[in-house]
């Protein structure tokens, strides 16, 4: 199946060959909108960690396909939104995990999902028919929301709930 | 992924970023190594992008493989948003991290 691009969606296969694709795309939207470098990469990370969640377990035993879309919405934040047709799955129902101390206790799951909600502003979801969808919001080009605009000052977490994004999207 | 041998100490230069498809590949390799008898190793992330939970998953089934055989996994490099990562899923609580190659062979060097 062919990628099918256009300035504001990507439509691609659920797999993670496909990934780079996405990540260009990302990459190039949130350029044009005049995110910083260090901006960028996070929320490149943000997307990686969704789609690769999306492409491994959004379609148990069948392929599938993924829509991103990017623009702003209303108060002129800028998404990327993230849509498969595949399992139900709200994210922001995943608890923080436990970062036990020692290197043989601790465990990796649930990091991912932690991380996309460390590195973006806002996190929504929504059902939307048969549709997950995903938002990953930016507000400021150059810092995170509520932190310092130099990375290596940053500490502690933030877990941002939100409910429903009017805008619309879908498969 | 740059690799290089000083003395009996593998040194591992990841460049890019280290997720969903580069990590595998990583662990693979490391494998590799360890399959060859190595179980002394400095992984230096100066050049990374950034580092994914995919990323962060290869490192800590390395270290516990290495820790099981009495081995040593040490990194270096580590800045920008890889530090962020490591620093807020607390992977720096659990590493020995220096901040060049030459700080962490100096240090698997003392613990000989």
């Given amino acids: 199946m062919n990628d099918t691009v256009n300035p504001e969606q990507l439509k691609i296969p659920a797999a993670i060959d496909r990934l780079d694709t996405v990540l260009d795309y990302v990459r190039t939207c949130a350029g044009r909108a005049g995110f910083s470098p260090r901006r960028i990469t996070d929320l490149v990370l943000a997307v990686e960690e969704a789609v690769g969640n999306i492409c491994r377990y959004a379609y148990p035993g069948g392929d599938g396909e993924i829509v991103i879309f990017s623009g702003n919405d209303s108060e002129g934040a800028f998404s990327i939104e993230i849509a498969d047709g595949g399992v139900p799955f709200d994210l922001l129902s995943v608890e923080k995990p436990v970062f036990e101390g020692s290197l043989s206790r601790r465990k990796s799951g649930g990091l991912g999902i932690y991380l996309i909600r460390h590195m973006v502003d806002e996190v929504r979801y929504r059902r939307e028919g048969q549709c997950n969808v995903l938002s990953l919001v930016m507000c400021d080009r150059t810092k995170r929301k509520g932190r310092s605009p130099d990375p290596r000052s940053d500490s502690g977490d933030k877990h941002p709930r939100d409910a429903h994004n009017p805008s619309g999207a879908g498969l | ?112």
Wanted: glycine share 10%; hydrophobic share 40%; net charge negative.
């Fill in chain 2, 1 to 112: 992924m740059d690799t290089e041998k000083v003395g009996d100490v593998r040194i591992v230069r990841l460049q890019g970023r280290l997720g969903e498809v580069s990590a595998p590949q990583f662990e693979e390799r490391m494998k590799d190594f360890i399959a060859q008898g190595e179980t002394r190793f400095v992984v230096h992330m100066g050049e990374l992008e950034y580092i994914s939970s995919a990323g962060l998953r290869s490192i800590l089934s390395t270290a516990k493989d290495l820790k099981e055989l009495k081995g040593a996994l040490y990194l270096s490099g580590i800045t920008g948003a890889v530090k962020e990562v490591f620093d807020i899923s607390h992977f720096s609580d659990i590493f020995k991290i220096y901040g060049s190659v030459s700080e962490a062979l100096e240090a698997i060097g003392n613990n000989e």
